[in-house]
């Protein structure tokens, strides 16, 4: 497995959730990092990304409510997920980018109930 990803699970409106994925080091290291969503019935979503560098991009919906970060001695990358609301409900994936290809992670549900 290139890239594995933990964290989710059901929390009450308001409530607060991480997100992890662990890559492998050589993509890790040569990869900006992100998450997406895909809700039921809706397309996959930018939700958040953060570049080698460690700038970030986030959707408008989640902006100031969310926050990815890089632990690049871990190969880590962590969506903090707070004040979460119904309409985050999806499962989440984790996206490693480079030059050469995309890695995607299996998904994690995230279940947000009102």
């Known amino acids: 497995v290139q890239l594995q990803a933990s964290g989710g699970g059901s929390v009450q409106a308001g409530g607060s959730l991480r997100l992890s994925c662990t890559a492998s080091?050589?993509?890790?290291?040569?990869?900006?990092m992100g998450w997406y969503r895909q809700a039921p019935g809706k397309q996959r979503e930018l939700v958040a990304r953060?570049?080698?560098?460690?700038?970030?991009e986030y959707a408008d919906s989640v902006k100031g409510r969310f926050t990815i970060s890089r632990d690049n001695a871990k190969n880590t990358v962590t969506l903090q997920m707070n004040s979460l609301k119904p309409d985050d409900t999806a499962v989440y994936y984790c996206l490693a980018a480079n030059f050469f290809r995309n890695y995607w992670g299996q998904g994690t549900l995230v279940t947000v109930s009102s």
């Open positions: 953060i570049t080698g560098g460690g700038s970030t």
């Open positions: 080091a050589s993509i890790f290291s040569q990869s900006d």
